[in-house]
């Protein structure tokens, strides 16, 4: 996978299998149901979106983000990325709060340092990039992590 060296806005979307209760930092247990999870963010330091996602992507690591406790039980599966200099996230995540079937199982998750609800969305089927793409009135890359069969 050769993602770019740029800054960038991306969404990782994780499959949890079975429901589970994680401890998440000042958030505490939180309780989340299985199903798929779009977590939004953005990469604006040395090494852009390539060294973020890596990040994400490796284990073990020490949590410093909410993601790091949740990705700790959960498979990575699909990115969605945009290049650009200004972080995205906010309008990101509200675009796909909003989408069909999406709720916000853990208020302030990935969200601390803005006044959004959360920047992890929860799903019961994958959304579609491209619904997603013409919402956020951009160009939206869709990058697959893993192609196996989901359980």
Known sequence: MDLPRKPGTYVLFLHLRESRTVTVGRLGAVAFPAGFYAYVGSARGSGGLAARVARHLRDPKPHHWHIDALREHARPLRLWLSEGPQGRECVWAGVLSRLPGASLPAPRFGASD???????????ALPDCARFARAVGEVVEEVVLDGSRLE
């Open 114 to 124: 803005c006044r959004c609800p959360a920047h992890l969305i929860r799903f019961a």
